[in-house]
């Protein structure tokens, strides 16, 4: 299937004949007897992932004091980012081949074994080791359980079942921080990693079963014996790596930096190329552009609000707390766009959304600045970051959608892994790219220390880049269909 118009027909004529028929609309919702267990397990895997994602960020600063590892706090972060992209590519290999439940299964075993060696390390690099298990786990736990949704809910549930995990991520982003950093102050900064692993366990019984009755094995048998594609797997460990040496050199603005760089571009490039749909660089009609848009928003939106709370407190002088809680109306928003992409009338308008949510994120980033002129107040950028989240919610859930109905079901799972890798590949270049351009213009911990803070021309290096990344995101929605 290549265009989208007559499925975007066929969803609407399914929604009318289901709000025609009561009794099916009944038996048949996220919630209903028959889909209710599958829904609660996954959508539970899903919020203790984002508690845990909106947590870890609380406790790390006093793990990475009382382990002595200061100096290798930003590796915790990119030792989980490198091992999921490859967790993700194994993943859609598995779940291609065998079914979902073993990559699930192994998921969230790696991900809970994770949280235990970094919860009980008392050195910085087996904590390190723990988020980079943890990492992989996680890789291998988000693409199977899109695998999950395209084999167990009909096409006209899955923008439902999307809608609740980005609703999954509302309390997290609220209340996460705020008990990580209780857990931390009152009980120890390791209960923060500890805590979950048990909690993994409830998710797991209730899932499992409906999982292995609905959307377990190969989608064809002759495929139950096919062993990996082993140039995927390579290609997946070229991306990990170079993506952790881009990392690597963009913490360290020294002339040798550039080195671990180019070894790390001359890795990663080819390795994308080989792993997303052809023609996504080029937002090629269809698949590859839903792709590389899963990526332009995830990356332009990530980048520009890792930069928000830094900039109020340096330049408005807010405390942290006050400036964390300057995004917290985002999660709610980010629900709510989610929730309206779901409705069944709004599938034949799901493109001009997309535009509307691209258009949102390219505004809410370019106002975000605004608040550097003293003259403007500071809540311009919680009411611009809650209209750029609904725009979010639009976008990400409905990329999620649209890559289902365009994948075959036997590719399902490559694909998946594709938009995830996007996603997370996104992240990484334009936060690296961002990062160096904030400490090239005077956001360097150097210029900070001599000039009392940042200075303005940094942050604004980093926001208007992004709105226009976004608005080139707008553009590329108008090429989703083929």
Do not use: C, K
């Not at 947590?55 to 989980?80: D, I, K, N, Q, W």
């Amino acid at each position: 299937m290549t265009a989208l118009e007559p499925r975007d027909a066929d969803v609407a004529t399914e929604a009318a004949e289901t709000d025609a028929d009561g009794r099916r609309a009944a038996d048949d919702g996220v919630l209903s007897r028959s889909y209710r267990a599958l829904s609660v397990g996954i959508v539970s895997v899903v919020l203790l992932i984002a508690f845990e994602a909106t947590a870890v960020g609380t406790a790390m600063p006093v793990a990475a004091r009382e382990l002595h590892g200061v100096g290798l706090y930003a590796f915790a972060f990119s030792g989980y980012f490198t091992t999921s992209l490859f967790g993700m590519v194994l993943s859609g290999q598995w779940s291609d081949r065998r079914g979902p439940l073993g990559p699930l299964g192994a998921g969230i075993a790696g991900f809970a074994a994770g949280l235990v060696i970094a919860g009980t390390a008392q050195v910085m690099w087996v904590f390190i080791l723990g988020r980079a298990v943890q990492g992989l786990g996680g890789g291998l736990v988000i693409v199977a359980l899109y695998v999950v949704v395209g084999r167990a809910y009909p096409e006209r549930l899955r923008p439902a079942i999307m809608a609740a995990f980005a609703a999954g991520w509302v309390v997290p982003s609220i209340v996460g921080p705020l008990a990580s950093g209780a857990i931390t102050e009152h009980l120890g900064w390791r209960w923060v990693f500890l805590g979950i692993p048990v909690l993994v366990v409830l998710p797991l019984a209730l899932a499992l079963p409906q999982i292995r009755r609905r959307a377990s094995g190969p989608v064809q048998a002759d495929r139950a014996a096919g062993s990996l594609d082993r140039r995927r797997i390579r290609l997946a460990l070229g991306i990990s790596l170079g993506a952790g040496l881009l990392q690597y050199a963009a913490q360290d603005l020294r002339p040798l930096a550039v080195l671990p760089a180019l070894a790390g571009a001359a890795l990663l490039v080819p390795a994308a190329l080989g792993l997303l749909p052809r023609g996504t660089y080029r937002a090629a009609r269809g698949l590859p552009s839903v792709v590389l848009l899963r990526g332009l928003s995830a990356g332009s939106f990530i980048a520009a609000e890792s930069f928000v709370p830094l900039m109020l407190v340096t330049q408005r002088g807010l405390s942290p707390m006050l400036a964390g809680f300057s995004l917290a109306s985002g999660g709610l928003t980010w629900a709510l766009g989610s929730f309206v992409q779901s409705r069944p009338r709004m599938a034949p308008y799901r493109e001009r959304l997309m535009t509307a949510g691209m258009l949102l994120v390219a505004a809410a980033v370019a106002t975000a600045p605004s608040v550097l002129v003293h003259a403007v107040p500071v809540w311009v950028v919680a009411v611009a970051w809650a209209f750029g989240s609904l725009g979010m919610g639009l976008v990400m859930s409905s990329t999620s959608v649209l890559l289902l109905r365009l994948s075959a079901p036997e590719e399902a799972g490559a694909n998946s892994a594709a938009l995830q890798i996007s996603d997370a590949l996104s992240n990484v270049v334009l936060l690296a790219a961002t990062g160096a351009a904030f400490a090239a213009l005077g956001g360097g911990s150097a210029a900070a220390a001599a000039g009392g803070g940042p200075r303005p021309l940094a942050f604004a290096a980093v926001f208007l880049p992004m709105a226009g990344v976004a608005l080139v995101g707008a553009w590329v929605t108008r090429r989703l269909r083929a």
